[in-house]
């Protein structure tokens, strides 16, 4: 006897009540009928069509033979396993969905408990590209709290996601496809204190502070943090700096690391582990640790002295070595793979210890153009390898990015000049607000977007006139800032090189160095401006965050016309002197971006580059396998932000 499969089969989860579960394999796309029931050993209960990924719900490993099986029918017969009450037992007690929600209310209180697609959607979606589902998004306010709903998630066996900003550019902060459990999703923000060490040589950063906030903090200590804002998003935090090695353009500092910080994790029988490595002695018991943490509850004499590093103190010696055939910093670099630091979710990080630096006495920013990108390296080679003092950062455009900024961006770089830093990332959660209500509506799909480009196109030029000058004249541009020793250095060189090569540059005022800045800044954004503005044309946005040789002469790649003949625009635009490069390309309307990403990824990998490069993998690269290594070790359950690196969103990575 044969039956057909029903357009939509209930859901069910293999092995559930005790039943005994065989599996055939079933070619979709060579019969529609299932197996005659003699092949089964007893009567036929139910059965569901499934994907080999649904195995990990019962903790099924599928053997060499199946596992590129395209479905498989579950059967499942009535008879009861004689030894399943220990399990039905577990089963019984584990919190339902209801249960769950109803105590994280009581945790964080109902209105930091959103559940919903409308109300969660700014969360489950990334800032460039990403959705996913998630049962609630929950807001704790204080470390505690952060710690009691970690408790509860883990005890329903709950996937958790964590976010801060959500300024993530490879989907890692949002949940992405399907999972074998729930989604929770944690937003950190609330919890956005910092505590100053001494006299600001470090600082204590909590799981939403921001860079910004962090800037403003060390200012009246002339100190300086050890990253800013680079070329991605606006209210970055600093943890998720450190769990993602972001950072790196400021070349002295290299990218977000420390081998000082305070996480949660979920030990291989599924424990729940709070550790204290953030030399600070807090107490013993966990709610002792966060309580003592939060009310700054510490002294000096519970400041541990320890080797342990709070920043990248090597990375300056890195950059240096001009004729290394390897990246100067690029994400799955072993070396810098600590506990927090590069975990991207697979821990819960509740606290980080970081250095800080004494602030510049003088600085000057140099506006550098040329048509020949072989003289750009001929000059980075010449600053690292001669020069005493590094640049504070050399940040490249081309003059394609520098366009699209310039339409799409100017709104960005007006609000940064006109409003500062500290009311952005409120803006940007109301637009976020806006957008997820008029998603569904198709005329305004895009209206913040268009609203802010009408807007942008009533304000005066921004950019400065020498600036737009260099834009005619030139199509590389490279914003070199210098400080101290180094701005003579570089004057000097400059002088030089105008003498005998295509280069030429200008010394900027205040005002053109800030809103220079700012322009290549706004960067990131202004291409996904464009994609929102023009999505009848524009089928994606392909970004590339690569890595390459330090020793690379022939940094400007050159696509084949099989590939740049599907593209309309090629952005370049990146952090020079480490051979950092973030590449935007806007496919054309109707073309295949993943196979078209698969084509350069070639290409990279014979140019011996790295990827990605600070961005991290998130759901849009594959982990390699030392990087897959890490986030195994350190979350054995696959507990947090799993298939990230394209790995196993199945527990226990099955």
Request: glycine share 6%.
């Amino acid at each position: 006897m044969t039956g057909r499969l029903p357009q939509k089969p209930k859901p069910w989860k293999p092995g559930c009540n005790g039943c005994r579960v065989f599996c055939i394999q079933w070619r979709v796309h060579r019969s529609r009928s299932l197996p005659r029931q003699s092949a089964v050993p007893t009567p036929l209960a139910r059965f569901a069509l499934v994907s080999p990924e649904y195995f990990c719900q019962a903790n099924i490993k599928l053997t060499d033979t199946y596992k590129d099986a395209p479905a498989f029918v579950i059967l499942s017969v009535i008879e009861p396993r004689a030894d399943t009450p220990q399990s039905t037992k577990k089963r019984s007690t584990m919190p339902s969905q209801k249960d769950l929600i109803v105590t994280l209310r009581a945790i964080v209180g109902a209105r930091h408990v959103l559940t919903g697609e409308k109300q969660t959607e700014r969360f489950r979606k990334g800032f460039r590209s990403g959705e996913g589902a998630a049962l609630c998004v929950i807001q704790p306010g204080t470390l505690l709290e952060f710690w009691q709903c970690l408790e509860a998630i883990a005890r329903a066996d709950k996937i958790i996601i964590i976010q801060a900003a959500n300024t993530g550019l490879t989907e890692g902060s949002t949940p992405n496809g399907t999972y074998d459990r729930d989604v929770v999703l944690i937003n950190t923000r609330r919890m956005d204190k910092l505590q100053s060490l001494g006299d600001g040589e470090q600082v204590v950063s909590f799981p939403g502070s921001t860079l910004f906030a962090l800037e403003k903090l060390l200012d009246p200590l002339d100190r300086q943090p050890h990253s800013v804002i680079g070329s991605s998003c606006i209210g970055a935090s600093v943890i998720g700096g450190i769990c993602n090695n972001s950072g790196g353009a400021l070349i002295e500092r290299g990218p977000s690391y420390t081998e000082l910080s305070l996480f949660a994790r979920i030990s291989e029988d599924g424990t729940l582990e709070l550790v204290n490595h953030l030399g600070i002695d807090l107490g013993e018991t966990p709610e002792e640790i966060l309580t003592r943490l939060e009310a700054d509850d510490y002294d000096s004499r519970a400041i541990e002295e320890t080797n342990r590093k709070a920043s990248d103190t090597d990375y300056a010696a890195r950059v240096r070595e001009v004729e290394a055939q390897t990246p100067a910093r690029f994400n799955a670099d072993k070396r810098r793979l600590y506990e927090a630091s590069g975990c991207a979710g697979k821990l819960a990080v509740f606290a980080v210890r970081l250095d800080t630096y004494p602030k510049n006495k003088t600085e000057k920013t140099f506006y550098i153009g040329t048509d020949n990108p072989d003289e750009l390296e001929g000059l980075r080679r010449s600053i690292l390898a001669d020069f005493e003092t590094l640049p504070v950062s050399a940040e490249y455009m081309h003059r394609d990015i520098f366009d699209i900024t310039r339409s799409y961006g100017k709104d960005t770089v007006v609000l940064i000049d006109k409003l500062g830093t500290d009311r952005l990332p409120d803006f940007f959660a109301l637009k976020g607000w806006v957008d997820a209500r008029l998603r569904n509506i198709r005329p305004l799909r895009h209206f913040t977007d268009q609203f802010m480009q009408f807007l942008s196109r009533l304000w005066p030029e921004i950019l400065p006139e020498r600036v737009l000058a260099f834009r005619d004249r030139f199509e590389h541009h490279l914003i070199l800032k210098m400080h101290d020793g180094g701005i003579e250095e570089a004057r000097a060189l400059l002088n030089d090189l105008t003498k005998r090569s295509g280069i030429d540059f200008f010394e900027c005022d205040a005002r053109e160095a800030k809103i220079a800045g700012l322009h290549r800044f706004a960067a990131a954004g202004a291409a996904i401006r464009y994609q929102a503005i023009h999505s009848e044309e524009v089928e994606d946005i392909l970004a590339l965050d690569i890595a390459l040789r330090r020793n690379d002469r022939n940094w400007l790649e050159s696509l084949p016309p099989a590939i740049s003949d599907r593209l309309s625009h090629k952005l370049y635009y990146g952090h020079f002197m480490c051979h950092v490069l973030h590449q935007d390309y806007i496919v054309k309307k109707g073309e295949d971006p993943k196979a078209i990403k698969e084509e350069m990824l070639k290409i990279l990998n014979l140019r011996g580059a790295e990827y990605p490069a600070e961005h991290n993998v998130g759901h849009l690269y594959t982990a390699k396998q030392s990087l897959a290594h890490f986030y195994r070790e350190i979350d054995p359950t696959n507990s947090f932000n799993p298939g990230i690196g394209k790995m196993s969103r199945c527990k226990h990575y099955h």
